[in-house]
């Protein structure tokens, strides 16, 4: 790609990231051009089965790895040479991460540019219904939701219960009932399977799911509200039939001797929402929050040892300071930095942090791809009178009351119809587009998981904004347009 890599830098606890660009003379670019399109032909024709097949596998045995070793039986010094290890599985994590990602990534970029010059600009919006109606873990799981909430819907009163479930110390609590014990089992075996999550992108710190069930319950609760006819099987086979027919009719518009390259294009990017969807909820939630069981599980050793004041201090200590105590030298003055680092960090959340930092690229700069359709970082926030414009993710207009929700902590105000306003999202958020009317969201491109999903649930969305969650506030009426990537408020 023409990039050479992604800086990142931290600054009052809040993370910076900036793709580093390549520039040379035209022919250099051509020819980097010309490789990057070979790489993604010759990785992208088998990046799905590669994933499910070989590196999936290999991310979940060393997950394993780490949820088994025993602190117990290990000394300090042992115990954190296993703790500064976890910085080399991500490592690893991460390169496999880019490795099945960036091929059908960049044969949908192709795609776009591909059919939106042989086709006409209506076809690009066009081309990425093109890559719906696939299998996913985020179907997967809202089929799991849906399920369960069909069982809790067949006894009247008992769905009452659930429904007036409370979490008390992270654990669900439901009213005694004949259905309880079949619910709690039930429960179990969903957060096994679909726990490994977290309200918060990549924060070993923050509980997850199986720590705190809130977020679950209040999911499951908006399925039980939801009629027999929301069925998200037949939803999905829609979607699916769209696509074929789309495939089909823009096939046609395609110039005979182009059909090849285009089956072939298409090929590689309809892999792009299964490895989106899947590698997100292998890699970025659940080693994320294995990772946070094993941390949390080495904090207890060292609590037990008097290194720290109580097991969830080892979140506030530095990689650096765990090395110094897998060599020995580290364990002198560690007991009283937590203090001072989580007053830091509540002091830091209460800031508003700067969209941006650093001189903007030179508006006659080619865009990124990467940068626009993904991370929708391509435009400056533009009003126009009260009509805030982003970009134009998903079809539809819709109007609604405004709920921002900075965090799936904030989810139980969304009600039936609401727009959720939010910076992101990312699938432990998917089962709330059942419920918003439509999105409109800080971040993100036609590409990234807000997006996708709005339309996979057929909702608009509009994303990229930068700025939606700092002026609009709850209960404003909002009018979405997710075809011209327009928000308008209208009071």
Request: proline fraction near 7%; charged fraction near 25%; glycine fraction near 10%.
């Amino acid at each position: 790609m023409p990039i050479s890599g992604l800086r990142s830098e931290a600054y009052n606890g809040y993370a910076y990231l900036a793709p580093v660009p390549i520039m040379g003379t035209p022919q250099e670019m051509e020819a980097r051009m010309g490789e990057m399109i070979h790489i993604t032909g010759e990785l992208g024709a088998t990046v799905l089965d590669d994933w499910r097949k070989i590196f999936e596998p290999q991310v979940l045995a060393e997950c394993d790895e780490m949820l088994t070793y025993d602190f117990g039986r290990a000394s300090v010094k042992e115990g954190a040479q296993f703790a500064a290890g976890i910085h080399d599985r991500l490592t690893k994590f991460w390169d496999i991460h880019m490795r099945v990602n960036i091929p059908p990534m960049n044969a949908v970029f192709g795609l776009e540019e591909f059919l939106g010059m042989l086709a006409g600009p209506d076809a690009v919006p066009q081309s990425r219904l093109m890559l719906q109606g696939f299998d996913n873990k985020s179907v997967e799981m809202g089929r799991a939701l849906w399920e369960f909430s069909r069982w809790v819907r067949e006894d009247e009163s008992f769905a009452s219960l659930v429904t007036s479930a409370t979490v008390v110390d992270g654990k669900v609590t439901v009213g005694t009932h004949v259905r309880t014990a079949g619910f709690m089992q039930h429960w179990q075996a969903f957060l096994d399977t679909w726990g490994w999550r977290s309200n918060r992108f990549l924060e070993v710190g923050w509980p997850s799911w199986r720590d705190d069930h809130t977020t679950p319950l209040m999911q499951l609760n908006s399925f039980v509200a939801k009629p027999d006819s929301e069925d998200p099987y037949r939803a999905h086979r829609e979607q699916a039939a769209d696509r074929d027919r789309l495939v089909a009719e823009m096939e046609a518009r395609v110039p005979a001797g182009m059909v090849p390259q285009f089956r072939g294009m298409l090929a590689i990017a309809q892999q792009y929402i299964p490895i989106a969807e899947d590698h997100n909820f292998t890699i970025d939630q659940k080693s994320t929050t294995v990772i946070r069981e094993t941390l949390r599980r080495f904090g207890g050793k060292l609590a037990t040892e008097g290194i720290l004041e109580q097991g969830d201090d080892v979140f506030f200590l530095t990689l650096d300071e765990i090395r110094g105590l897998a060599d020995g030298t580290g364990a002198t003055g560690l007991r009283d930095l937590p203090r001072g680092r989580r007053a830091d960090q509540a002091r830091q959340e209460q800031m508003k942090p700067p969209p941006v930092l650093g001189t903007p690229p030179p508006a006659d700069m080619p865009p990124d791809p990467l940068v626009s359709k993904f991370f929708g970082l391509a435009m400056d926030p533009q009003w126009h009178g009260r009509t805030l414009k982003g970009m134009d993710c998903s079809a539809g207009i819709v109007v609604g009351t405004a709920k921002v929700l900075l965090s799936l902590d904030d989810a139980w105000k969304l009600e039936p119809g609401d727009i959720m306003v939010c910076r992101s999202t990312m699938p432990a958020w998917t089962p709330l587009f059942g419920v918003a009317g439509g999105i409109v969201a800080d971040a993100g491109g036609p590409l990234s998981h807000c997006a996708i999903v709005a339309r996979e649930y057929r909702i608009p969305c509009v994303a990229g904004t930068q700025v939606a969650t700092h002026e609009i506030r709850d209960g404003m009426r909002l009018r979405v347009d997710g075809t011209a990537g327009t928000v308008e408020l209208l009071d």
